[in-house]
């Protein structure tokens, strides 16, 4: 086997256009070093992103992208992958992305379980537009759209993936990178759909969930020895938030992946495209 | 086309088959009819059903003829109604010596003829479940037009083949049932027999004429094309054509995903599409609402897309079962931003099989999407079609007219034909990577004269392939350039004009009626109807030609304006308020209709309507 490509390999020359100090920064770091231990070749990797300043990001990596709509990032990242199931396939986005407007697309991705890795880079406000309420920002946050503080309380995508039994739910920080890569490089070895939320500092918008105080919250779950086959410790720690906020693998599901029962409910297709005329006047047979 | 004229000989019966939903309707019409092809008729089945699973009143028209028909006929001369209480609505349908199949008298109205079959009865005896009652309305039927049982076991073993060979057996039983009751009713038996075959050609058993619903034919033309991808969240009228699709899908090779909404439907097949499937999402007009911004990532993204849309009768939730021809104009229209697109309405199952083909071939080679906009009439109809008509297009692409290097590898919609080309588990299409192309430099939007890019998949070894939403480089990155955005919008828009000379001149259907003094536009379902009503209206001395319009974007605004010579006069016919095929034909061509005629209550325009209608309009200036 060749020598697996360095991470510095992974940069793409397009200029980023993300604010200095951005915690996109450190995913990035992430990513390219996972894709480096994993030992992908650029071209085998398709990365499907919708809108906001996370779906920048396939942009500044070496890979294959498509860079669709907002909120609509699931569904062409499922398309993607059952054309062509060889392709590693990364969803990637924002919390307003994928909470928000993919909502709906969120909850059947967990239910589908394709075999895909999605990150959602988490700063609980919307960058891009310039600072609003997000689907995570907590209850009581100021920002533009809620001047008098937000009313709704935050929403948990962990806990509803692990409600969901979602093939692998993870929770990383773009403040560590080395820990996030390791996080990445297990959501794609795992087959079936694996949600990594990513903590995220936003330094022009968020000047609460700073850099800062994710630090001094989070503890590695590896280090309390916590069981991620054990769904009901897991619901509990994708739940936790406050003062203390755990990060790694908090639930991985023993689900078989939708490639898989696709295979096995209706069996393997036809890869000969010669017989479609064959297939065609069997069909049309029927007619008569 | 010569089988639009009605030759003399031309002869027909016309059944009406009526009952609740629940009660088989469709069974009956479509076993009956396939019987009926089988013996050398021409058979037309139209449907009209309540949005409802059961109870309602549902009924299907079965028209045979010894010649093609492609519309429904006038009066009935024969009603079978499962449920008696239905006869009193169909009195206005029926012939004068109609004959009326029930199971009791208390219900018919007066001044009928009535032939009382207990045909529940029948089949709890016969075939051990009233629901067979349908089997054995199947049997009385055959006996009325004077048609004998053979064959009747092979169909039904045809029909329900899946379902093993009791039901076969019992519905058989039951059919056996039906026609003998009405077979000792010597009187009643053949009172209505079919017309002579004398005049039909190729008269006797014809395997190579199929019955087969719109919806089907659009299924199949896409599995022509080697479709591999469909989607769709279930929606009247375009249901049936993705549940043939799942029912037929291992077989075929194709991925069918019925998705969380329409927006997911879109846009997982704009997904597939990216990765090489050649991929189609099905849909009404209303979910087509729902999928207007991936409509607009089709084109913006320049993915092959085949959009299936369904017409039926808004604005809303609207009419959910019935038809319309209402969202032309949206269909031509819809998305935000401005990028090209082609819209196909074939008016029946033949030309809807060819039409999913044109669809794929187009959306491949301009990267663009590609609608095939149809209604519920013509989808839920059933048509008699010539099985040669259904040919796998093998066309290969002409060259684009500024030939170049790149077209080694963008050229393979030719290749994506089912001739060559390695294909993975799901049909993938391998692009080859072009010989002299240095590693990483492919440009997913490079300019060209014709806007079409080369394509490569992601997956392309030593490539990379960056799509984007944004506007963007010829790399594919985003850009906020003045210059690369003209750049792009002219590169985009220009793919229009190859599309416009690729779908060609609208059909003249009657050619020798050319230098007819008026023309009557139409477009889609209404064809069938509209070349009816002119044979008629010709007969009587009327100078009319129908121009039927077989996709309407781009507009063949130069073919049409070549048609309408200056003392022509020119009339739609469409199932809308507000004529919007007339609207058109004013805004692309200069062409003012001096009028439409009309028809939107969510029922298709009857072939004496339509000629009432036009002989009101032509007659005013021509007559």
Not at chain 1, 106 to 129: E, K, P
Not at chain 2, 515 to 520: G, I, M, N, P, S
């Amino acid at each position: 086997m060749a020598e697996p490509l360095s991470p510095k390999s992974f940069e793409s020359n397009d200029p980023i256009a993300w604010c200095p100090g951005c915690g996109n920064f450190g995913i990035r770091e992430a990513v390219k070093l996972a894709l480096s231990e994993l030992g992908l070749k650029p071209e085998q990797t398709c990365f499907v992103s919708g809108i906001g300043q996370a779906a920048k990001a396939p942009h500044y990596i070496r890979c294959n992208l498509f860079n669709g709509l907002h909120g609509r990032t699931l569904p062409v990242a499922a398309g993607v992958k059952l054309a062509n199931p060889d392709l590693v396939v990364f969803a990637e986005g924002g919390d307003g992305d994928g909470y928000a407007e993919g909502g709906n697309h969120f909850l059947h991705a967990l239910r589908r379980n394709l075999d895909m890795s999605y990150l959602v880079h988490d700063n609980q406000i919307y960058g891009l537009t310039k600072g609003q309420t997000s689907p995570t920002s907590e209850a009581g946050m100021k920002t533009r759209t809620t001047p008098c503080g937000a009313i709704e309380p935050a929403f948990r995508p962990l806990a509803l993936a692990v409600m969901m039994d979602a093939g692998f739910v993870a929770r990383g920080f773009c403040g560590r990178p080395r820990q996030l890569a390791d996080i990445i490089k297990l959501a794609v070895q795992h087959r079936g759909f694996s949600l990594v939320e990513i903590l995220q500092n936003c330094v022009s918008f968020n000047h609460v969930n700073t850099a800062k105080w994710y630090s001094h919250r989070i503890y590695d779950l590896a280090e309390e020895k916590h069981d991620p086959t054990d769904r009901d410790k897991a619901y509990h720690k994708a739940l936790e938030w406050g003062d203390r906020i755990p990060f790694g693998v908090i639930y991985k599901s023993s689900r078989k992946s939708y490639d898989e029962l696709l295979g096995d409910t209706i069996g393997s297709r036809p890869s000969d495209s010669d017989r479609v005329p064959a297939v065609l006047d069997r069909l049309l047979d029927q007619f008569s | 086309m010569s089988d639009l004229h009605r030759p003399t000989g031309a002869a027909e019966v016309n059944l009406i088959i009526t009952g609740r939903a629940g009660q088989g309707l469709q069974v009956i019409s479509r076993t009956l009819g396939r019987m009926l092809v089988r013996a050398g008729y021409h058979v037309f089945v139209s449907q009209d059903v309540m949005s409802r699973i059961r109870g309602g009143h549902n009924f299907a028209r079965v028209r045979v003829s010894n010649v093609p028909v492609a519309a429904d006929g006038d009066k009935a001369q024969v009603l079978v109604a499962l449920d008696p209480a239905l006869v009193a609505r169909h009195v206005p349908d029926l012939a004068e010596d109609a004959v009326v199949v029930a199971e009791a008298a208390a219900d018919l109205p007066e001044g009928l003829n009535p032939i009382l079959i207990p045909l529940a009865d029948l089949a709890r005896e016969h075939g051990e479940d009233p629901v067979m009652a349908n089997a054995a309305a199947v049997g009385a039927t055959l006996a009325l037009v004077g048609l004998d049982l053979d064959g009747t076991e092979e169909m039904f073993e045809s029909q329900f083949a899946s379902k093993g060979k009791d039901v076969v057996k019992r519905n058989v039983a039951a059919a056996e049932a039906g026609f003998r009751a009405v077979a000792v009713d010597q009187k009643r038996c053949c009172q209505h027999r079919l017309p002579s075959l004398g005049t039909v050609p190729e008269r006797g058993l014809s395997p190579e004429r199929l019955l087969i619903s719109g919806a089907e034919a659009l299924a199949l033309g896409a599995i022509a094309a080697g479709v591999r991808v469909v989607t769709a969240y279930p929606m009247s009228p375009a249901t049936p054509i993705v549940e043939y699709c799942f029912r037929h899908a291992q077989e075929a090779g194709l991925i069918v995903e019925q998705t969380e909404d329409e927006v997911s439907a879109a846009n997982l097949a704009i997904g597939a599409a990216f990765a090489g499937a050649r991929s189609m999402v099905c849909t009404a007009g209303g979910g087509f609402c729902l999928m207007n911004e991936a409509l607009s990532l089709a084109g913006m993204t320049e993915t092959p897309l085949v959009l299936c849309v369904g017409m039926r009768p808004g604005p809303a939730t609207g009419l959910a079962t019935r038809t319309e021809q209402a969202d032309l104009l949206f269909s031509i229209y819809a998305g935000h931003g401005e990028f090209p697109r082609a819209v196909l309405t074939p008016a029946d199952a033949g030309q809807a099989f060819l039409a999913a083909q044109d669809a794929f071939r187009i959306a491949d080679k301009y990267q663009t999407p590609a609608i095939i906009l149809f209604d519920q009439f013509m989808a839920d109809a059933l048509w008699t079609v010539e099985r040669n008509v259904l040919k796998v297009d093998n066309r290969q692409e002409p060259a684009l007219s500024e030939p170049r290097q790149e077209e080694r590898f963008f050229d393979s919609p030719g290749s994506l034909r089912m001739t060559d080309g390695a294909a993975s588990r799901t049909g993938r299409q391998e692009r080859q990577v072009p010989e002299g192309l240095e590693p990483y430099s492919y440009r997913r939007y490079e300019m060209s004269e014709s806007g079409v890019s080369p394509m490569l998949l992601p997956g392309a070894p030593q490539q990379l392939v960056y799509a984007d939403s944004d506007e963007h480089t010829e790399e594919g990155h985003i850009t906020e350039s003045a210059a690369m955005r003209l750049l792009m919008v002219d590169k985009r828009n220009a793919k229009l004009a190859g599309i416009r000379q690729e779908l060609g001149a609208p059909k003249v259907e009657v050619e020798v009626e050319v230098e007819a003094k008026t023309l009557v536009f139409c477009f889609g379902s209404s064809r069938g109807v509209v070349s009816e009503a002119l044979v008629r209206l010709r007969a009587r001395g009327h100078s009319v030609a129908m121009v039927h319009l077989d996709h309407v974007w781009p507009f063949p605004a130069g073919a049409v304006a070549g048609l309408v010579a200056k003392d022509k006069k020119v009339v739609t016919v469409e199932q809308n308020f507000s004529g919007q095929l007339a609207q058109l034909l004013s805004q692309e061509c200069g062409v003012r209709a001096a009028g439409t005629v009309r028809r939107y209550d969510g029922r298709q325009f009857t072939v004496a309507e339509v000629e009432a209608g036009l002989e009101e309009l032509v007659g005013a200036k021509v007559g």
